[in-house]
């Protein structure tokens, strides 16, 4: 089993920071690809950022060139930083990790949440 421990959201004005953080703990064989996720109010979950274990990242066109996403692989944590913060960004962003299993098959992951709210 793998838990999640996401951290780092909360109230920030518009152009400010803020730096997410999702630890993964637990029996963990090997982790995949990790990803950051958010959802606003009346709308679907979306990919905000991806990146995978040799570092290969990929972004939505919404976030690039504000947003990076980055890991370490020996804390098993995955972050995003942000940067020039919009009031459009406003949401709950969620963690999600993939999991490989000693004997082969991949189990997904998501985090609790963490609640991201930009003021302008």
């Known amino acids: 089993q793998v838990q999640l421990v996401e951290s780092g959201g909360g109230l920030v004005q518009a152009g400010g920071s803020l730096r997410l953080s999702c630890a993964a703990s637990?029996?963990?064989?090997?982790?995949?690809?990790m990803g950051w996720y958010h959802q606003a109010p009346g709308k679907q979950r979306e990919l905000v950022a991806g990146?995978?274990?040799?570092?290969?990242?990929n972004y939505a066109d919404s976030v690039k060139g504000r947003f990076t996403i980055s890991r370490d692989n020996a804390k098993n944590t995955v972050y995003l930083q942000m940067n020039s913060l919009k009031p459009e960004d406003t949401a709950v962003y969620y963690c999600?990790?993939?999991?490989?299993?000693?004997?082969?098959?991949?189990?997904?992951?998501w985090g609790q949440g963490t609640q991201v709210t930009v003021s302008s």
């Open positions: 637990g029996n963990i064989f090997r982790i995949n690809t």
């Open positions: 999600h990790v993939e999991h490989q299993l000693a004997w082969g098959p991949t189990l997904g992951y």
């Open positions: 990146i995978t274990s040799s570092g290969s990242t």
